[in-house]
């Protein structure tokens, strides 16, 4: 079956630092790829998706790359701000139906 | 933007109870809509998908009669979780897609945290 390996956390970081965060998938088909943020007491938000090889999605200053060839979506930002702590999930859907299988997530923290 | 809300936000009860928890979409219809539930610093596990007018579809390994889901509206979908025990106690979270002028996303509820005593 379908399913989303994300880099283990926490991470923790320095404001203005380089960050990335790894994500692999598995999936049968050609799935759409998804990096969602969860911000300390609120609900899950899309902060940026994919839905073809090659693809970029950006957002906030976050980029992912589809990497079909390594099965990856790699999560990057090249400065963070302390705004940026959050928990991260990466997530894949495939077909129509919109069902979202979701990695781990990785708990983000950025220090002053 | 598109508001998917959920009540109550917490919730305690005593085991052997039931609870219902509610999702709305606000500003938008949603024919379905899906219920995930979220193990402390885990992911979240897709339990169902909710479908207005007729019967919820379950993951497997997700029992039906144990998380009743009713979606009686294009903007409310019900999850009760019957006679519950203290394995149960989870944070649950709703989401609800949004498509067409250009749009395919999912919007998500912020959460109920449901702890059984």
């Known amino acids: 079956g379908n399913s989303v390996t994300q880099m283990e956390g926490p991470v923790t970081l320095s404001e203005e630092a380089f960050l990335t965060i790894n994500c692999t998938y598995t999936a049968t088909g050609y799935p759409s790829l998804f990096w969602y943020v969860q911000y300390p007491g609120e609900g899950l938000q899309l902060l940026l998706k994919a839905t073809k090889a090659d693809d970029k999605g950006s957002n906030k200053g976050f980029e992912a790359t589809y990497r079909k060839e390594t099965t990856s979506f790699h999560l990057e930002k090249g400065s963070v701000q302390v705004s940026d702590s959050a928990v991260y999930f990466c997530a894949l859907s495939e077909g129509g139906a919109q069902k979202l299988v979701f990695g781990q997530g990785t708990r983000l923290t950025i220090n002053p | 933007g598109a508001v998917v809300s959920q009540h109550p936000s917490w919730v305690i009860c005593k085991s052997g109870t039931s609870v219902k928890i509610e999702c709305r979409s606000l500003?938008?219809?949603?024919?379905?809509m899906f219920w995930y539930r979220q193990f402390p610093k885990q992911s979240l596990m897709l339990m169902a998908t909710s479908n207005e007018g007729s019967k919820a579809t379950y993951e497997q390994g997700v029992e039906k009669d144990k998380f009743l889901i009713n979606h009686a509206s294009l903007t409310l979908s019900t999850l009760t979780v019957t006679s519950a025990h203290p394995e149960d106690s989870s944070f649950y979270i709703c989401?609800?897609?949004?498509?067409?002028?250009?749009?395919?996303?999912?919007?998500f509820g912020p959460g109920t945290r449901l702890t059984v005593l």
């Open positions: 989401s609800a897609p949004v498509r067409g002028s250009g749009r395919n996303e999912q919007f």
């Open positions: 500003d938008f219809q949603a024919t379905t």
